[in-house]
């Protein structure tokens, strides 16, 4: 059917009373459907907008801070680093690992072989200088003691025979002397009762005389005496045999040569013991650690501040919570070869560094330490009271021999005196010094400047200063 417009309608399909009701109700849905679909395209358009808008504020604002930052940084690179003069007690030190020693060590082991026989001492006793430790079962040393006493017995009786032949021979010429007197004297009264009788007997009974060889009694004599001589020297060698005897025989009881404590005992009963027994297997090790040593191996470059008296602390890696007061009591002459890991490390990795043995005296050692315990002893080599310090990068060569450091005078001009100082000290971190210092200047810390310090005037001691790019001072 045709439609109409009627002037004055507002509706675009006209009148309602022209259009079918159904097709008017399915144009008015389509209509809203479009509206509906522009205004949520107008809407993601205007949170894309915005999101992009958000994503840009927040891209510029990391932008900024990056640019502040690195403002920052360059501001910060082109003012000196510094450190400050601190006044207090300077103590330099060395360093170094070593083991404990008993001050005197002795292993207890026996001079005569055999079956161990009684053991009368246990790990950690305490004992004196000569008690017994243990024994050892040797019957042929009874045997040889039994033998060198009859050889004495045998001796004394050879004694006793060259005596009774001394005695016999000067008895004999005795004898022999008191028969020629006693006949020279019957002789002589015989004459003088034949001189009575008649002139001519009495001459030839006068020169009858008693015979008796005196040398030949004196011969047997002398025999004899060598004879007594040489059994004496065969009694003698027969006592020294039995002493002998005897003494190896004793050394099957084991005793103490010192005092101190039992630190070991590697035998037992009944099982067999060498005479040659080896440090390693000492049947007993006995120790006095009434005091202990450290044996530290300290590197050549620190040898020379090392020496005897000096007092050390000794820390322990088996007690931690321990330390102990040691001195310095020995230090070699010649090297003992390459120091520990930790040395090599400070002196920049030297493997083969030369070090010496120096050896610290423990006077009262912790009862809990034992023989071969870790210890790292720090010997205190320079103490200063009262000592000017800086960094030691704070000091610098004028180039002629002497020494300076720049003091910062007015934080905000960066404007620095050059100060003339004398190292009298350093530990390779700080340096003790004396000069145109004071305690609480702040000093500029060499390689600190930057290249923005170039050209930067300083006055100070009549002179000026200037720091190149490289950061290092020209002198004028």
Known sequence: MPHANVPGSTDPLGPADLVDAEALADMRAFNDLKAKRKKQRKRKIIIGVASTVAVLAVAGGAFAWYTADQAAKALQNMAPQTGFVEQGTFVETVSASGNLQPVASVSATPEV????????????????????????????????????????????????????????????????????????????????????????????????????????????????????????????????????????????????????????????????????????????????????????????IDILKISADQTAEVTFTAAPDLTLPATVVSIATTSAGSGDASGGALYGGMGGAVTYAVKLLIAEPDPRLKPGMTAKATIT???????????????????????????????????????????VASDGLTSVVKGQVKAGDEVVVGGGMGGAADGMGMAGDGGMAAVDAGGSVMVG
């Open 113 to 300: 072989d055999g079956i161990v026989g009684e053991v009368l001492v246990a790990e950690g006793d305490a004992v004196e200088e000569g008690q017994t430790l243990f024994t050892v079962v040797n019957d042929d040393l009874d045997k040889a003691v039994n033998q060198a006493a009859q050889g004495i017995e045998e001796a004394r009786n050879g004694v006793a025979q060259a005596q009774n032949a001394v005695n016999d021979a000067y008895h004999a010429k005795s004898a022999g002397q008191q028969a020629a007197a006693n006949a020279q004297a019957q002789a002589q009264a015989a004459a003088a009762a034949a001189k009575e009788a008649g002139g001519a007997a009495a001459e030839s009974f006068a020169g009858e005389q008693a015979s008796f060889d005196e040398s030949s009694a004196d011969s047997a004599i002398r025999s004899a005496e060598l004879a007594l001589s040489n059994a004496n020297l065969a009694l003698q060698n027969a006592q020294s045999a039995y002493d002998e005897a005897v003494a190896r025989a004793a050394k099957r009881t084991v005793t103490a040569s010192i005092a101190g404590s039992v630190v070991a005992v590697n035998i037992e009963p009944g099982k067999a013991l060498g005479a040659t027994a080896s440090a390693a297997t000492s049947p007993v090790q006995i120790a006095d650690l009434s005091q202990m040593t450290v044996s530290i191996n300290v590197n050549e």
């Open 381 to 423: 080599t320079t103490t200063i009271d009262n000592a000017l310090m800086v960094p030691i990068s704070a000091v610098q060569s004028d180039g002629a021999g002497g020494s300076f450091v720049m003091v910062l005078t007015d934080p905000e001009t960066q404007e620095m005196d050059v100060r003339t100082v004398e190292v």
